[in-house]
């Protein structure tokens, strides 16, 4: 390890996403590429072995932790969609599908607790981390769960070697919120192992997207930073974006109802049209409940 660069690399960090927003008190979602930080790091730091990699993530959440303060709240998304296949999901061990730095916090930080969706559990720490652990929301996005609680908090959404086209979840808050036509409430039945090792029978529920309506991802941070809720600034070899999510919710919502999502989705064949139904229920029935 290069010590002296070392030493460098942290204070400037801080600085860095102190310049998009983020400070003591804040509220942030964290979206990495894992991949890219630490392979960056491996360069420039001169990294070597497991254990220095892994000091440098500590190193990474830590300093994440001393910007924000114990007065403000992180959240990492492990997300894991086996539960939506008829997969069994447990609190303590099912790995999340979104990144080895949110998959070493869940593994390695005992400072984090998880959020109980199956679909769309955050490692959260910090101020209001029991509230967010204690949601006991069934629904994935809005409601009393944590994407409510970032959108009511103007939570920034700190992107990190990330951009927005991969790391905006968000938007499908967004979306549940406003009503659009092209999804639908869906119900997902399966096996629950909960903190305590307990296993049920549990229902979760997600805005799905009708499959008869092709679309494509098309939002880029241009959109956020033109729309004035968005910083984006280098660090070192990678961009770092801060992203308000008040703010951006008024944003793609006014895209949604005004523009037709056009600068959220690409859609083949579609158009937003605001006076179709799409109050329908669907559930994903298993062979074990026999409910059929």
């Known amino acids: 390890m290069d010590e002296v660069k070392w030493k460098e690399y ?58 924000v303060t114990n007065s403000g709240t992180i959240l990492f998304p492990v997300y894991s969609w086996d539960f939506c296949k008829g997969k ?8 999340g599908e979104v990144g080895a730095i949110c998959n070493y916090i869940l593994n390695n930080r005992s400072d984090f607790i998880r959020t109980r969706h199956p679909m769309y559990s955050l490692m959260v720490w910090g101020k209001d981390a029991e509230l967010l652990a204690a949601m006991d929301n069934q629904n994935a996005w809005v409601g009393n769960t944590p ?11 700190l992107d990190l070697s990330v951009d927005t086209l991969r790391s905006m979840t968000f938007k499908h808050y967004v979306e549940e919120s406003i009503g659009v036509p092209y999804r ?13 090792g307990i296993v049920e029978k549990r229902a979760y529920s997600m805005y799905v997207r009708d ?10 941070d241009d959109f956020y930073i033109n729309g004035g809720t968005a910083t984006k600034v280098r ?11 008040g703010k951006a919710y008024d944003l793609m919502k006014d895209d949604f109802f005004n523009n037709g999502g056009k600068n959220i989705y690409r859609f083949t064949d579609y158009e937003i049209d605001w006076n179709s139904d799409n109050k329908v229920y669907e559930i994903r029935y298993l062979e074990e409940f026999k409910l059929l």
Request: proline share 1%; charged share 30%.
């Open 147 to 157: 994407y409510a609680y970032m959108h009511k908090n103007n939570a920034i959404e």
């Open 88 to 95: 069994s999901f447990d609190y303590k061990k099912t790995q």
């Open 235 to 245: 660090f070192h070899d990678w961009d770092v974006i801060g992203v308000e999510l």
């Open 184 to 196: 639908h409430t869906k119900f997902f039945l399966g096996d629950y192992i909960d903190r305590d």
């Open 10 to 67: 942290w204070p400037d960090f801080s600085e860095t996403i102190k310049k998009v927003g983020v400070k003591e008190g804040s509220v942030i979602y964290v979206g990495t590429d894992a991949t890219k930080i630490v392979y960056s790091a491996i360069k420039e730091l001169r990294l070597k072995g497991k254990e220095e990699s892994e000091l440098f993530i500590d190193t990474f959440v830590d300093t994440l932790q001393e910007v």
């Open 211 to 220: 499959l008869n309506v092709q679309l494509e991802s098309c939002q880029n």
